[in-house]
């Protein structure tokens, strides 16, 4: 088996360690047998988002989100909608899954459009939601509780189309007052959890695989790999941010 992954604007949207999503998404295929291309998509690409399985969109500062922002609508958005509505699998993390909504108006008053995948919109704030994050995940899961780092000014607000990714447990989320994070709608995940966000809750990470594997070949098997480690680190860090 073998999976695409398309990795979208690595130079300008990386923070707090997101390509470690990559990195996870590659290793935990690799030791079940599944071959793995990644493929980094800058601006100005022409890309077919039809051979792709999976896409990842990392987070970046308002100003790394102004430069790629045009591009992304005008240049990807109708094919990428296109390719999200036909069940390609998405992770978007802060300023990528701000992206993903209608619209980001930042702090500075500047409207950047966004590609409408995600029926959300956000606006930025003055105060900044920093820190720790642990949330109840919307996802057929065996561990539904996951944790992350969150550092935004935006705040998001789900419209009637969005269903929230979770349930905040400790930390802000979406807004800081609603209790949801994160949006979801048929294959495509967004959410304020860098971390990053994968590593630390590798299921998450099968999740995604097996939604791709299940959507190119009809079926995923996954087995289960040794996540012992990664379960004691999980279980700390809900303890500490509760
Ligand atoms: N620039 C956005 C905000 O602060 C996204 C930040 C991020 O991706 N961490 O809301």
Request: with cysteine; net charge neutral.
């Amino acid at each position: 088996m073998h999976l695409r992954i398309a990795h979208i604007y690595p130079a300008q949207m990386n923070i707090y360690g997101d390509r470690g999503n990559i990195i996870v998404l590659r290793q935990r295929s690799l030791w079940r047998g599944i071959d793995v291309d990644v493929d980094a998509i800058h601006p100005g690409a022409t890309v077919d988002w039809a051979r792709y399985d999976l896409c990842f969109f990392g987070g970046g500062q308002d100003s790394g989100q102004a430069l790629i922002a045009d591009d992304f609508v005008v240049r990807q958005g109708s094919e990428l909608r296109a390719a999200l509505a036909d069940g390609m699998v998405m992770l978007a993390i802060c300023g990528g899954y701000q992206l993903l909504g209608t619209y980001f108006k930042t702090h500075a008053g500047q409207t950047l459009p966004g590609i409408g995948a995600l029926d959300v919109h956000t606006i930025g704030g003055t105060q900044r939601s920093i820190g720790n994050i642990a949330v109840t995940v919307d996802v057929p899961i065996a561990q539904r509780s996951c944790i992350g780092f969150e550092n935004h000014s935006g705040q998001t607000f789900l419209g009637s189309g969005a269903r929230p990714l979770g349930t905040v447990i400790a930390g802000s989320g979406n807004n800081g007052s609603d209790k949801t994070e994160g949006a979801q709608v048929h294959n495509t995940f967004g959410c304020y959890m860098h971390g990053s966000f994968l590593p630390k809750n590798p299921l998450f990470a099968d999740f995604l695989l097996s939604r791709a594997l299940e959507r190119r070949y009809g079926h995923a098997e996954l087995p289960p790999l040794d996540d012992r480690a990664e379960g004691v680190a999980q279980r700390v860090m809900l303890d500490r941010v509760r």
